[in-house]
């Protein structure tokens, strides 16, 4: 397995460019089985859950094919997918694809919508939690599927189609709002989703559902009214930046010091981090080209978080915003509201010197001198690029084992930090 050696110490400087967002990408790529013509998907990052979505979508019979990447051109414009879902051949999602990535549950609801019929292995449970699909069951119930559990198997059947019906979410989910809003738009007559997820990625996909056809009212709000349509039509749409990877580098920036410009970033996408990011010191400006961040000298403020569904603080940028406040002058409190086991970063920051007590789904972080390089360990995504922040601003080697997780969903992660002076390199494992 490839590891990822970090000597910590060095300045950030110069330019990173951001690509699209794997989680708007992921949907957007579902989105595909909702009509017979192509979906063009420009900015799509290269990375391993959007290639095992491609997988997963070419065994429902899904046609892909990527465009050759550009020479020169925009640095931080990703690939070009083009996806056909002419004939749906398979209507099954089988456990040993779904149970590698949870989003790829999202194509009951398309599926359901477009086939009246469709099995889907339960995803199961994760790193950072129990995660249940009860949510996105209870939505598409809703709007007249007929669903049973076989086997570790959803098996949905809507053998009349779908008619929209009146979904109000308990708690806000981001996946059960994708799953019932692609289902909804080929549904008959009108849906209207309540509590739904604001995430921009959200926004994204009902974006390039009005594309193809759909019509829907209230993009960007809580609030989603859609009219079905008998059928959906082709479409060309481009992926939106990755507001998790902005934070992600805003926050390395903020930790080593130095001065980045986050090209393609835009800061409305992650306003409350970025926020946070500036009162604990750290300069967030706007350039004609993305977002600018710098730290040079000035001693970093301890910040106290609460993590929310958008436009509050992300759950995806607490393990890093962790990893910088292990150095902050003074303590803060940071508590995790989402997910009720996203901590697994604290023992690996804490082999590296950081001082963190945990109390159920709050974390206090007494900011330290200095932190000492260590071997750690990833465990998921964003607690293993928490890992590569505090590596940075650590004395000495780290070394990062596991960096498959970080694969899922950072494109060339030591590329893109090495460039502005990081000292950071992938090992091979063979
Ligand atoms: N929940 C339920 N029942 C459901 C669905 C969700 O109880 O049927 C709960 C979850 O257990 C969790 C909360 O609701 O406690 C929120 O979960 P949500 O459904 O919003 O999460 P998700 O759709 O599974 C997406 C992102 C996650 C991100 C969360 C929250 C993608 C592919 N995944 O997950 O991203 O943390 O929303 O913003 O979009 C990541 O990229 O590393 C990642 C984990």
């Given at each position: 397995m490839d590891r990822i050696k970090i000597t910590g110490g060095a300045r950030l400087e110069g330019s990173i460019p951001i690509s699209g967002a794997k989680n708007a990408a992921l949907p957007l790529m579902i989105a595909s089985l909702l009509t017979e013509d192509r979906l063009t998907l420009k900015n799509v990052p290269?990375?391993?859950?959007?290639?095992?979505?491609?997988?997963?979508?070419?065994?429902?019979g899904v046609d892909l094919a990527v465009d050759g990447k550009r020479s020169g051109g925009t640095p931080h414009l990703g690939e070009t997918f083009h996806l056909t879902a002419r004939d749906i051949s398979d209507t099954t999602a089988p456990y040993e694809l779904v149970s590698r990535m949870r989003a790829s549950f999202w194509v009951l609801g398309p599926l359901v919508a477009r086939m009246g019929v469709a099995k889907v292995s339960l995803p199961g449970g994760c790193a950072i939690g129990t995660r249940p699909v009860d949510l996105h069951l209870m939505g598409l119930r809703e709007l007249g599927a007929e669903i049973e559990i076989d086997a570790g198997y959803?098996?949905?059947?809507?053998?009349?189609?779908?008619?929209?019906?009146?979904?109000?979410?308990?708690?806000v989910s981001v996946g059960a709002t994708h799953n019932v809003l692609l289902a909804a738009t080929l549904a008959k007559g009108e849906t209207l989703i309540e509590n739904a997820a604001r995430e921009p990625e959200v926004?994204?996909?009902?974006?390039c559902l009005v594309k193809m056809g759909a019509e829907i009212e209230?993009?960007?709000?809580?609030?989603?009214r859609i009219q079905g349509k008998p059928r959906l039509e082709g479409a060309v749409h481009t992926v939106l930046p990755d507001r998790i990877e902005t934070g992600?580098?805003?926050?390395?920036?903020?930790?080593?010091?130095?001065?980045?410009?986050?090209?393609?970033a835009r800061r409305e996408l992650l306003r409350n981090a970025l926020d946070t990011l500036a009162t604990t010191g750290a300069s967030v400006s706007d350039t004609e080209t993305g977002v600018r961040i710098q730290r040079n000298g000035n001693r970093l403020e301890a910040v106290d978080v609460e993590t929310q569904p958008f436009p509050g603080f992300p759950t995806d940028l607490q393990a890093q915003l962790m990893a910088l406040m292990t150095r902050a002058h003074g303590t803060s409190v940071i508590r995790e509201t989402i997910f009720e086991n996203r901590f697994m970063h604290v023992q690996e920051l804490a082999r590296l010197g950081a001082d963190i007590k945990l109390h159920g789904d709050t974390a206090t972080i007494k900011g330290v001198k200095a932190l000492r390089g260590a071997p750690v360990m990833a465990t998921d995504l964003r607690a293993s690029v928490s890992l590569v922040i505090a590596g940075l601003?650590?004395?000495g080697e780290t070394i990062i084992n596991r960096v498959y997780h970080l694969d899922r969903g950072f494109e060339r992660l030591e590329e893109k930090l090495s460039r502005c002076g990081a000292r950071i390199e992938r090992i091979s494992a063979g």
């Open positions: 290269n990375l391993a859950d959007v290639n095992l979505l491609a997988r997963i979508l070419r065994n429902h959803v098996i949905a059947k809507a053998p009349k189609g779908l008619v929209g019906g009146h979904v109000l979410f308990p708690t926004g994204d996909v009902a974006s209230g993009i960007g709000t809580s609030t989603l992600t580098f805003a926050f390395a920036v903020a930790a080593t010091g130095g001065d980045v410009v986050l090209e393609g601003m650590a004395e």
